[in-house]
Nanobody
Framework: QVQLVESGGGLVQAGGSLRLSCAASGGDFSINTMGWYRQAPGKQRELVTSITIGGTTTYADSVKGRFAISRDNAKKTVYLQMNSLKPDDTAVYYC?????????WGQGTQVTVSS
């Protein structure tokens, strides 16, 4: 059974950094696009960033220049480096992956940025 397991969330002060990881496991599959979404309390889930198998990236305007997505195809892992964090970045961050066998989500990891 395919699983996406996230790690790296936590509490950080404004201006600090965190690095999230998401590893896919549980079967024979290939990964197309991977991405990170976030959902703040009372708000809809939004796409933060994505990366294709070829390395093409997209970013929400709110995180451009501060966040960086990368992936290790051999490890089936995607990373999110978050710098210059702001209180508005506080949310549950979800990993998402488009596989050749379907779309999958991680369980989410909490990121809290204190002012």
């Amino acid at each position: 059974q395919v699983q996406l397991v996230e790690s790296g969330g936590g509490l950080v002060q404004a201006g600090g950094s965190l690095r999230l990881s998401c590893a896919a496991s549980g079967g024979d599959f290939s990964i197309n696009t991977m991405g990170w979404y976030r959902q703040a309390p009372g708000k809809q889930r939004e796409l933060v960033t994505s990366i294709t198998i070829g390395g093409t990236t997209t970013y929400a305007d709110s995180v451009k220049g501060r966040f960086a997505i990368s992936r290790d195809n051999a490890k089936k892992t995607v990373y999110l480096q978050m710098n210059s964090l702001k209180p508005d970045d506080t949310a549950v961050y979800y990993c998402a992956a488009n596989l050749n066998i379907g779309d999958y989500w991680g369980q989410g990891t909490q990121v809290t940025v204190s002012s």
